[in-house]
């Protein structure tokens, strides 16, 4: 297969690189294609199937309305399944279309793998796409992460659980910082407590009886700090899957902590939509997300 040469913007300068399969999978004839998140096995692997398999996906935009700005694209499914077209490939080509270059994730799922393997999965998603930064032709400093649902919470989580990376680690992958610079929360499951909790989520997660401390711990509302990342939320009042009252939570725990945050709530609408193309009303949030994103400066201009 023959490599895609795309025309790069880094830091103002023009730079002309060689996008080879090695560095992201993303080829003329067959578009992106899965990378693995570790070259051998991944820690903790029950096996070699694909379900033990972690990938990344990256979608690039044309060079020229290229930004600089990336997202990791984390699809729902309560974790034990990944809405992987509505809520990942359809993402990707969104973001795609305002510059955004997209990474989209398949993580390892429950009941065969449960917390802390997910978000070890996230950690270092967010860690390859910052350590080849320069290379991919991005800003290492607006990597964002948006979570669908279930997606959503492992996004909170990885928002409120980071490290700076090892600088004496030997994969230098390693060495990059887990924390995202912006999260995107889309009809997210936040809180593992009662009465607003998504069950089924925490039960693949965490199994059926979870240590109360976990539990508080992974209720990312709790976690909030002034670190967390900037968070754009969006949800709907009749989602009778995913409680409206885990995305008000954690917007109120990031007004306590001062940390910038906007949240759309629609009156009407069902759990799931992804992008909602076919209810006019609905699809108007992912232009709210871009003027959100436009006054954060991560579209430069657009």
């Known amino acids: 297969m023959n490599p895609v040469r795309f025309q790069l913007f880094f830091a103002g300068a023009a730079l002309i690189a060689l996008m080879a399969t090695a560095l992201m999978g993303q080829t003329a004839s067959s578009g992106p294609q899965p990378q693995p998140l570790w070259p051998k096995s991944a820690p903790s692997a029950l096996g070699t199937a694909d379900e033990d398999i972690p990938t990344l996906t990256a979608y690039l935009p044309p060079a020229a309305e290229a930004t600089g700005t990336a997202v990791i694209v984390v699809p729902g499914g309560g974790y034990v399944h990944l809405s992987m077209d509505k809520e990942g490939d359809q993402i990707a080509h969104w973001l795609n279309s305002i510059g955004v270059a997209a990474f989209v994730l398949k993580y390892r799922l429950g009941p065969r793998y449960h917390h802390p393997i997910e978000l070890g999965d996230a950690q270092r998603a967010i860690r390859t796409v910052r350590s080849r930064a320069a290379e991919l032709g991005l800003d290492a400093a607006h990597i964002g992460m948006m979570g669908f649902s279930a997606g959503g919470h492992l996004t909170a989580t990885a928002g409120t659980h980071f490290d700076a990376g090892d600088p004496a680690a030997p994969d230098p992958i390693d060495r990059a910082g887990s924390r995202p610079d912006f999260l995107v929360l889309c009809y997210p499951v936040i809180t593992f407590e009662e009465p607003y909790l998504h069950r089924g989520s ?58 910038p945050a906007e949240m759309h709530i629609y009156e009407r609408g069902p759990h799931g939509v992804g992008l909602a193309p076919t209810d006019e009303i609905l699809a108007s949030w992912p232009a709210r997300l871009a003027d959100w994103m436009r006054v954060r400066g991560l579209l430069r201009g657009k």
């Open 202 to 259: 925490r039960q693949y997660l965490l199994g059926d009886n979870p240590d109360p401390k976990l539990v508080r711990d992974l209720s990312n509302e709790l976690q909030v700090t002034a670190q967390t990342p900037p968070t754009f939320l969006f949800h709907t009042t009749t989602d009778t899957v995913v409680p409206v009252e885990n995305s008000v939570l954690f917007y109120l725990a990031l007004r306590k902590a001062g940390v």
